[in-house]
């Protein structure tokens, strides 16, 4: 009997162990490994610095900037899908289809085996992160009000910045109807709520959304933190104001981007200077070896190292064997035969035509960094408003300084008003190519696409201006999930 | 009568003879009348004991009649069986002498009395209160082919649905319980679990469904999940309980919704004979219904008329001088083989042990596509103290599946050649978008390797007879690893310069149980028993995908020859932690009213704050009619009945990894010099258990002596409130979708289940089974009602609809004018226009994916040595979306071979088919009742032959069991569609990856 109340006792003892373990709050307290709880992010500076960090990141996405954002414009007519042996048009190449669909005008709204159809969920995905930092930094105590206020101008630039390219893919632009009350997108001002079914904004509501973002991210950020390291892959208040610039010349507004832009190229003393043209004698090397001097903005994608994910350099950088795409003969035929930028041209082997702007060395997997913006640009885009404004000699000046970099035996410009304009539109095709523009600008100049060396078999091979096709059509999927949304006018 | 002259002759013989020495002869059988020999028959503690001989007839001296004799025989049921109830004669020599005529039970026939419980063990069928169905793996026919026992369920069962969604051995099977108590997945968004819980002699199985990894690096894509079931051995399992009610099942509270299924394990049995058994079987199988392809000649012609249709050169179509057999190229006749040894005995002092060693194999039909498995499983049983049972069984089980992708080969063009002239593979333009799957069999790798450990210990003190405890701990480890290479030499790894994943997948999980339970004598009126435990769980998850790719030599498969940045990891630990308290109270009054209350305690770490503790409960009663006094004697020949009824609230928690507050996850890469934090999940406050409201009512009646027929009625109404759905949200929120408890749904129905069990001393001896559930389900309410979720996905939640219900767009026939697909609009309007297909309103319900009813129906016929049984499952009113068939009328035939039934297209004015004209750029409709077929149908699951041998020393290896069976699985289907020549139907289609039609033969020895 002694023996059996051993056990007994072991055994229950053992059960008491076990029972009281289990109203242990520790067991069942387990944190996830490799996720932090939204409140443990922002509950400290760490946390909501690493989180505005992460937009950055989700910019460069293969999504978003690492190609999709600057390739899909310049298929308009700087770039073509490239064909091998064997390949038709409509093409139905595992990479291809996604441009050939942009090359063609061909989009629908379901964005069947179309890539593209990604733009509209990410880019709000990214809004979404940017709205949590938003509503969170408020309640941060932890570091200065400097700061603090620095990461809350970083958030707000880039919302305007996706809001920006938000409205440019899927929205005619401001031009299109007068005062811009044609459909824009959906504003996201705010950590969403799932039951929201919101209404598109005007373009014109969109456009003032993104400016008040700009001017509020331009009076807070501070370059003490946001310049976390060297290079210009962070976001500064020189950044933010050459893209107000920008985003005032989409609303051609004019007198504004002559301001923006002399705040930052203005001699002798500009408020904040943005870098100094990348030099005739530099620039080429500079392009090639991913080192451009004048880039204002830029994404870094040092990560990106996988080859299957090549971006911009597996589409039409010179260094790949099979590239995606092709230069069109048309943007080729624009550059004069002594032009620095026709070096940038490389044949391949297939006898197309690729970038050096997109290198890709042998050997050397790091791709090239997306450029958002640069210095050039300011000067293209101050050209066009003196020109605008019949400002004529400072528009030919601004002109100058850009083509004679490239060709500098070219004799000083001459041209006034509308064919000064022209000519200032097409050197803002031959110096900013590839990089993300053209389609945009054509949009916002009401220009038509006419392409001369459309490939065989292509569906739609020009637009008149207006066409629906300026804009991507709204994704079904988004229709169905908000039906308050309008679609495109066309699809 | 017999008693009384026992007492008598006790009463009257008692003095005089006790004491005196006494001769027992006896003759063992079985049921049957077939002599059993080698049986074991022990007598008393005494150690002493003989063997049946050949007849089956055996000798004993005892000192008297106050001894027992113990009688033990492999596959049947042992027999205790006390002298002093056997009529003893005195010869004219004064010898006493006792004459007995034994007849032992095989197992099977006496475990149909008693059903597996929830944490109760076996419980006598008249004493249950709540829905259980039990059914012996022998009735299962476990030699079939099927490599997991979920798969021999179908048609068992009333209400228990399992859906092979795939030909492919080793993956997971879809089972449900009594329709589908959750949202299912549509999309990418997360979904809760559909799957029962499956526990094994205690121990909860993983659910490898959960898993919410689609789209990320942890999807099925890089790492496979493995069916858990496949490693357990069929040999080693005695029976599987299917529980169904609220009062069955509320003792595992928070993972209940969806039923449970309890696994029970063969026991060891108190034998001290050593008994060995070998038994090896071996199978072929050939797939049936395959899709039917064109041939070159009728590919090239319907080719060159889509390009022309399409404005395209004809002459892209290619050559018509190439013949390629695709499939025949890729599969095979497949094979299976099966030896399993078990080895087991005892000692006399009650320990006993079983060791069972299994092999297997499967050779899938397609080449390189197979499992191979090794078991060994250890049982033992050892009484430490009179009042003290050790129980242990371990199990380990080692798995290498190789699942080499195809690539849907049977669709490839005919036309195109293998080879080169040379000999070489075929990588022309058209295998770069497609591997030539040929190169990629003998290039490319794909091979699992996996291992279990499943192990469970348990010790039991029982004091006294009323009060009884129990710890029960038990560790189930799974470890999976995957190795696959796609060749650099052809199209699968041409553009990635070969490519590697390695995945790697540890489950572990530990259970620890303590329990007591009291039941307290009361009188013979009350029975009282109680019941109460707490239970800990602890679960992870750490998985593992490495990847690289660009390979120097394409037989270096290795990550170890790459430079870093060609290679890349992600890693994921997933830990969950459940604390539990369970009880029972269950009351009868004299056998005829139960009543029964059990709930569970549930805290789980997966949910946030205060949801984080959620109790679930039942409330079952029954009472037993045919008890009561006033029933006499078998009105209307019903001599058992009973009335059920249950109502409880169990709980569904698998929704996988997530939290409700909203996730950021640190990702590989850095930004500069900067370690960036990622959104990955949203906020969601709302988000809890998913909770189901049972109600069940039923009528069990057994008719004739012994309940020879038997009969259960069920109806039940089962409720999901706060349903767990991947609701589709504004894309402007950042987010596709999201979880929430924001849906409700219905499931009720009727299940009949009939079994006759023929009376076992008959020459023709039959059983049957019959099975039909009718199940209905209704969701009742949703936050986003009409948002069909994906573009292209045509189910979509609509309130008052099933769950699984399609929508789209009704196809009208093809114009005979112009060869245009026509389509008809919710106003009635026939359009051949593309744009209003899309639009919502035009969307209606083209039917559900869930039959109107279901079942099963089984047959055993023995006549002397010969045992044949048949399986029959049958299914009416399901809908089926042929999503497969949105790649014909030419869109893609450049890269896809079509349907034979594409050659009905239409080619000119006047031509009246379903098949419109086929051209390239043909806007696709995917959402259309075109591509929605009915499956009903009849399936001849299985037919089994076994024949008995004779037995004994007189036969060659001295064996006392020898069977020989043959078994075919999958006879066949009819449907309801009728076939039709060179044409495909649904019976064709139904399957993308054919079913397999098996012959399995075997032989079982036994000693």
């Known amino acids: 009997m002694k023996t059996t109340n051993c056990f007994f006792a072991g055994f229950l003892l053992f059960g008491v162990i076990l029972l009281v373990s289990s109203g242990c709050k520790d067991f069942l307290t387990v944190a996830p490994a490799d996720e932090l709880s939204r409140e443990e992010t922002f509950s400290t500076l760490r946390g909501t610095n690493a989180a505005v960090v992460g937009i950055y990141l989700l910019l460069g996405d293969g999504n978003y900037y690492r190609d999709k954002m600057l390739m899909y414009p310049e298929m308009a007519g700087n770039a073509q899908p ?188 500009p408020i904040q200077a943005a870098p100094a043209l990348a030099p005739a004698d530099r620039y080429l090397e500079e392009w090639r070896t991913n080192q451009l001097s004048e880039r204002i903005f830029a994404l870094d994608l040092s990560r990106v190292t996988t080859p299957s994910s090549l971006g911009l350099s597996a589409l039409i950088g010179a260094g790949i064997s099979e590239p995606v795409l092709n230069i069109s003969s048309d943007l080729v035929a624009l550059y004069p035969p002594e032009d620095l930028r026709r070096e940038l041209l490389v044949m391949t082997g297939g006898g197309g035509t690729v970038s050096d702007k997109y290198r890709l060395d042998p050997g050397n997997t790091r791709l090239p960094d997306p450029i958002l913006l640069r210095t050039s640009e300011l000067y293209l885009l101050r050209a066009e408003a003196y020109a605008a404004l019949g400002r004529t000699a400072e528009a030919q000046a601004d002109y100058n300084l850009i083509h004679q970099r490239a060709n500098p035996g070219a004799i000083n410009i001459d041209l006034e008003s509308e064919a000064l304009q022209e000519a200032i539109r097409t050197e803002r095709r031959r110096e900013l190519a590839l990089e993300g523009h053209y389609l945009f600008d054509l949009s916002r100049w009401g220009q038509p696409v006419d392409r001369d060396a459309c490939l065989e078999f292509v569906l739609t091979c020009d637009l008149d201006y207006p066409d629906y096709r300026y804009a991507l059509p709204i994704p079904q999927a988004a229709i169905f999930n908000n039906p308050n949304l309008v679609q495109n006018e066309g699809y | 009568m017999l008693r009384w002259l026992l007492i008598v002759c006790l009463g009257i013989c008692l003095p005089g003879i006790l004491g005196a020495q006494l001769m027992v002869k006896g003759k063992v059988t079985d049921e049957t009348g077939e002599a059993l020999v080698g049986v074991a028959i022990r007598v008393g503690d005494s150690g002493s004991g003989t063997l049946s001989d050949l007849d089956g007839n055996f000798e004993l001296n005892v000192k008297d009649e106050r001894v027992t004799l113990f009688l033990s025989y492999t596959g049947m049921r042992s027999l205790t069986y006390p002298l002093d109830r056997a009529t003893i004669t005195t010869t004219a020599g004064g010898l006493r002498q006792a004459t007995l005529s034994l007849v032992l039970q095989s197992d099977v026939a006496q475990l149909k009395q008693v059903v597996v419980t929830a944490y109760r063990g076996a419980q006598e069928r008249k004493d249950l209160v709540g829905s259980y169905e039990a059914v012996q793996l022998a009735e299962l026919a476990p030699d079939r082919p099927e490599e997991s026992i979920d798969k021999l369920l179908e048609g068992r069962i009333a209400g228990v649905q399992v859906n092979l969604t795939t030909g492919e051995p080793g993956l997971p099977v879809e089972v449900k319980i009594r329709g589908q108590s959750s949202l299912p997945r549509i999309g990418s968004g997360v979904a809760a679990s559909t799957q029962p819980l499956f526990v094994l002699d205690g121990v909860p199985l993983f659910d490898v469904t959960e898993t919410n990894s689609t789209g990320s690096v942890f999807s099925d894509v890089n790492s496979q999940r493995i069916n858990p079931l496949t490693f357990l051995n069929p040999e080693d399992i005695e029976s599987i309980t299917v529980l169904k009610d609220a009062s069955a099942t509320a003792l595992y509270g928070a993972d209940a919704a969806n039923g449970v299924v309890l696994i029970t394990t063969k026991s060891v049995k108190n034998q001290d004979r050593l008994s060995f058994q070998v038994s090896y079987n071996q199978g072929y199988a050939k797939p049936i219904d395959e899709i039917k392809f064109l041939n070159t000649e009728e590919y090239v012609e319907l080719a060159r008329e889509t390009l022309f249709n399409s404005n395209r050169n004809p002459a892209e179509a290619g050559t018509t001088e190439v013949f390629t057999d695709w499939r025949a190229l890729v599969q095979r006749t497949s094979t299976n083989r099966d030896l399993d040894m078990v080895l087991s ?369 069920e109806v039940y109404r089962n409720t999901t409130v706060d349903a767990i759905t991947s609701a589709a949200v504004p894309l402007e929120s950042g987010f596709t979708s999201v979880i929430a408890n924001a849906a409700s749904l219905r499931n009720q129905g009727v299940e009949l289940t009939f079994h006759y069990d023929g009376a076992t001393d008959r020459k023709w001896v039959y059983n049957s089974s019959f099975n039909v559930a009718r199940n209905r389900n209704v969701l009742l309410d949703i936050n986003t009602e009409d948002l069909p979720a994906t573009v292209g996905d045509p189910r979509a939640f609509r309130i008052g609809e099933d769950v699984n219900s399609f929508y789209g767009i009704i196809f009208a026939g093809v114009d005979p004018a112009t060869g245009k697909e026509l389509f008809q609009l919710a106003d009635g309007t026939i359009t051949d226009e593309i744009a209003p297909t899309r639009e919502i309103a035009n969307l209606v319900k083209l039917g559900s994916g869930s039959p109107d009813f279901f079942g099963g129906w089984s047959h055993s016929l023995r006549h002397g040595r010969f045992t044949a049984a048949a399986q029959f499952n049958f299914s009416y009113g399901g809908l089926l979306f042929v999503n497969d068939l949105t790649f014909q009328d030419g869109r893609q035939i450049l890269f896809n071979n079509q349907s034979v039934n594409q050659l009905d297209r239409w080619q000119q004015p006047g031509d009246v088919t379903d098949t419109p004209r086929p051209s390239i750029d043909k806007p696709l409709v995917s959402r259309s009742s075109r591509y929605v077929y009915q499956i009903n149908y009849l399936q001849f699951a299985s037919l089994s032959l076994n024949y008995r041998l004779k037995t004994g020393a007189r036969t060659p290896l001295n064996t006392q069991q020898v069977n020989l069976f043959a078994l075919v699985n999958n006879l066949g289907y009819w449907y309801d569609e009728p076939r039709r020549e060179n044409r495909n139907t649904i019976a064709e289609y139904r399957f993308n990856f054919p079913q397999q039609r098996a012959v399995v033969v075997g032989v079982k020895l036994g000693w």
Request: charged share 20%.
């Open chain 1, 82 to 269: 490239a064909l091998r042996p064997g390949d038709n048009l409509p093409g139905t190449g595992p990479t291809a289809n996604t441009y050939n669909e942009a090359y063609q005008f061909t989009y629908q709204p379901e964005y069947q085996d179309n890539t593209l159809g990604s733009f509209y969920d990410y880019l709000y995905r990214c809004l979404y992160q940017i709205n949590d930092v938003l509503a969170n930094i408020d309640q941060l105590t932890e570091g200065s009000e400097a700061e603090r206020n620095s990461l809350k101008g970083e958030a707000l630039a880039m919302r305007a910045i996706v809001h920006f390219d938000l409205v440019r893919l899927f929205a005619q632009s401001p031009q299109f109807s007068s005062g811009a009350n044609h459909p824009g997108i959906v504003i996201a001002d705010r950590l969403p709520q799932f039951t929201d079914q919101q209404d598109r904004a005007s373009v014109a509501e969109v456009y003032a959304f993104i400016e008040q973002d700009l001017a509020q991210a331009a009076s807070l950020i501070d370059a003490r933190y946001s310049q976390r390291s060297e290079g210009p892959f962070w976001l500064t208040s020189t950044v933010i104001t050459a893209y107000q610039a920008r985003v005032a010349a989409y609303l051609q507004a004019w007198e504004a981007v002559i301001a923006f832009t002399n705040a930052l190229l203005a001699s002798p003393s």
């Open chain 2, 345 to 713: 005995g005892g000692s006399a002092k009650g320990a006993g042990y079983r060791i069972s060693a299994g092999y297997s194999e499967l050779q899938g039909a397609h080449l390189r596509n197979g499992l191979e498995q090794l078991n060994l499983s250890v049982s033992l049983s050892v009484p430490l103290h009179e009042k003290l049972e050790l129980g242990l069984r371990v199990n380990g089980s080692t798995q290498k599946r190789e699942g080499i992708s195809t690539y849907n080969a049977f669709s490839y063009p005919p036309n195109l050649p293998v080879r080169l002239a040379d000999g070489s593979f075929n990588n022309d333009a058209f295998f770069a978008r497609r591997p030539n799957p040929v190169a990629a069999l003998e290039q490319n790798e794909d091979e699992t390797n996996s291992k279990n450990l499943n192990s469970q210990i348990n010790l039991s003190y029982a004091p006294g007879t009323t009060l009884q405890l129990r710890w029960l701990a038990g560790i189930d480890y799974i470890s999976t690893d995957q190795f696959q290479y796609f060749s650099a030499l052809n199209g699968s790894g041409a553009a990635q310069g070969g490519s590697l994943r390695l995945a790697q997948n540890d489950n572990g999980q530990w259970v620890s149980n303590v329990q007591a339970s009291w039941s307290p004598q009361l009188g013979d009126a009350h029975h009282i028993s109680l019941l109460g435990g707490g239970e800990l769980n602890s679960q992870t998850q750490q998985r593992l995908v490495a990847t690289g790719n660009s390979f120097p030599f394409d037989d270096l498969r290795q990550l170890r020859f790459l430079p870093a940045d060609r290679t890349r990891v992600s890693e994921s630990l997933f830990e969950r932690r459940k604390a539990s308290l369970y009880g029972e109270l269950a009351y009868n009054y004299r056998y005829r009213y139960y009543l029964k209350l059990n709930g569970r305690r549930d805290a789980s770490s997966i949910f946030g704050g205060d949801q984080q503790a959620q109790t679930l409960w039942a409330l079952g009663s029954s009472w037993n009619i045919s008890e009561e006094k006033w029933w006499g004697s078998q009105p209307l020949g019903i001599s058992f009945a009973k009335l059920r009824l249950s109502y409880g609230i169990t709980g569904n928690s698998r929704i996988g990894v997530y939290t409700a507050r909203g996730l950021y996850r640190f990702t590989n890469d850095v930004y500069v010099d900067q370690v960036p934090l990622v959104a990955s999940a949203p906020i969601n406050d709302f988000l809890g258990w998913e909770r189901k409201q049972q109600a069940n009512l039923a009528l069990d009646l057994g008719f004739g002596t012994d309940n020879p027929f038997r009969l259960t009625l």
